[in-house]
């Protein structure tokens, strides 16, 4: 079989360039400074002089750090991923999953986990609502939908404004925001929508996300214009069209313009912890609306 040059021990790929040692099926014309076996992006460690594998870092030959605390960062401190919209197609799967079954199931499904806050039922008149202590549906009702065009343009949404801060962002911290978005468009909803008005949807993760963006790209020092456009017209359909639950869209955009800000420009020496506080606060923030609410509605 024909091998490498330079290397008897790492195949070629089928292009004729060296196959990274650890993953064979990803070609790669960096080599370790040291051994001079080729690594791939996942597993080079960024040196001095070059790039050296994880054997000869671990070794106490390279910089003295592990892979994994010197592997590429995103600007938010996340680990930079072979596949950075992981999180954004299994969020999208999630909601189509729901939708699937909705469709199956009919309006019962929807009655259980749509965001209300407090109402009698039809038929038995019972009462049921976030108020009577389903939390549940502050969250279910972000995954929740009804209509193709609805959740066809979330999803689209979704789709383009997932990927980008995902990889800017980190898989978790992406996802965090997402979740926390959404909350906090059901929190806001909750608050100030009657009581008995149902709503449902992930517009207000959506609206999280362009806030996001928005603030991830003055962050970079890139145009402003086009999201800011996007931000305008979005905003114009959610104060003109009906039917349209505009407190979860305008809570949704708050935290997650929040959310983000402190993500992206959290200082290096204190990011992690910077980071966590900021989702925190968010989420008590949170808590504390529903509670108040909560209050209001039983008390």
Same mark, same amino acid.
């Given at each position: 079989?024909?091998?490498?040059?330079?290397?008897?021990?790492?195949?070629?790929?089928?292009?004729?360039?060296?196959?990274?040692?650890?993953?064979?099926?990803?070609?790669?014309?960096?080599?370790?400074?040291?051994?001079?076996?080729?690594?791939?992006?996942?597993?080079?460690?960024?040196?001095?002089?070059?790039?050296?594998?994880?054997?000869?870092?671990? /070794?106490?030959?390279?910089?003295?750090?592990? %892979?994994?605390?010197?592997? #590429?960062?995103?600007? +938010?401190? @996340? $680990? &930079?991923?072979?596949?950075?919209?992981?999180?954004?197609?299994?969020?999208?799967?999630?909601?189509?999953?729901?939708?699937?079954?909705?469709?199956?199931?009919?309006?019962?499904?929807?009655?259980?986990?749509?965001?209300?806050?407090?109402?009698?039922?039809?038929?038995?008149?019972?009462?049921?609502?976030?108020?009577?202590?389903?939390?549940?549906?502050?969250?279910?009702?972000?995954?929740?939908?009804?209509?193709?065009?609805?959740?066809?343009?979330?999803?689209?949404?979704?789709?383009?404004?997932?990927?980008?801060?995902?990889?800017?962002?980190?898989?978790?911290?992406?996802?965090?925001?997402?979740?926390?978005?959404?909350?906090? /468009?059901?929190?806001?909803?909750?608050?100030? %929508?009657?009581?008995?008005? #149902?709503?449902?949807? +992930?517009? @207000? $993760? &959506?609206?999280?996300?362009?806030?996001?963006?928005?603030?991830?790209?003055?962050?970079?020092?890139?145009?402003?214009?086009?999201?800011?456009?996007?931000?305008?017209?979005?905003?114009?359909?959610?104060?003109?069209?009906?039917?349209?639950?505009?407190?979860?869209?305008?809570?949704?955009?708050?935290?997650?313009?929040?959310?983000?800000?402190?993500?992206?420009?959290?200082?290096?020496?204190?990011?992690?912890?910077?980071?966590?506080?900021?989702?925190?606060?968010?989420?008590?923030?949170?808590?504390?609306?529903?509670?108040?609410?909560?209050?209001?509605?039983?008390?």
């Amino acid at each position: 079989m024909d091998q490498a040059p330079g290397n008897p021990e790492t195949p070629a790929t089928a292009g004729g360039t060296p196959g990274c040692y650890r993953h064979p099926d990803r070609p790669t014309g960096i080599t370790c400074t040291r051994c001079e076996r080729p690594i791939c992006p996942e597993c080079m460690v960024s040196a001095s002089v070059g790039f050296q594998c994880p054997e000869c870092v671990r /070794g106490g030959s390279g910089t003295g750090h592990t %892979a994994r605390d010197t592997r #590429p960062r995103t600007i +938010a401190g @996340g $680990a &930079v991923t072979q596949n950075p919209n992981l999180v954004t197609k299994i969020l999208i799967g999630i909601n189509a999953a729901v939708w699937l079954a909705v469709l199956a199931a009919g309006d019962r499904l929807v009655g259980e986990l749509d965001l209300i806050g407090r109402a009698h039922t039809a038929g038995t008149f019972e009462l049921v609502g976030v108020a009577e202590g389903q939390w549940y549906r502050l969250l279910t009702a972000m995954f929740l939908h009804q209509q193709v065009m609805h959740i066809a343009f979330n999803m689209l949404s979704l789709w383009w404004l997932g990927p980008p801060l995902e990889a800017a962002l980190g898989r978790v911290r992406f996802l965090a925001l997402y979740l926390l978005s959404g909350l906090g /468009g059901s929190a806001l909803s909750y608050l100030l %929508a009657a009581q008995n008005q #149902p709503s449902l949807g +992930a517009s @207000g $993760a &959506v609206f999280g996300l362009l806030g996001a963006t928005a603030v991830l790209m003055r962050r970079m020092n890139y145009d402003m214009r086009p999201v800011l456009i996007l931000l305008a017209l979005n905003l114009v359909f959610t104060f003109t069209w009906a039917n349209i639950a505009w407190q979860a869209h305008i809570g949704g955009l708050v935290v997650g313009a929040a959310v983000a800000y402190g993500m992206v420009h959290a200082p290096r020496e204190h990011r992690a912890l910077i980071q966590r506080v900021t989702c925190a606060v968010a989420l008590l923030a949170i808590v504390a609306v529903v509670w108040i609410r909560t209050l209001q509605l039983t008390g």
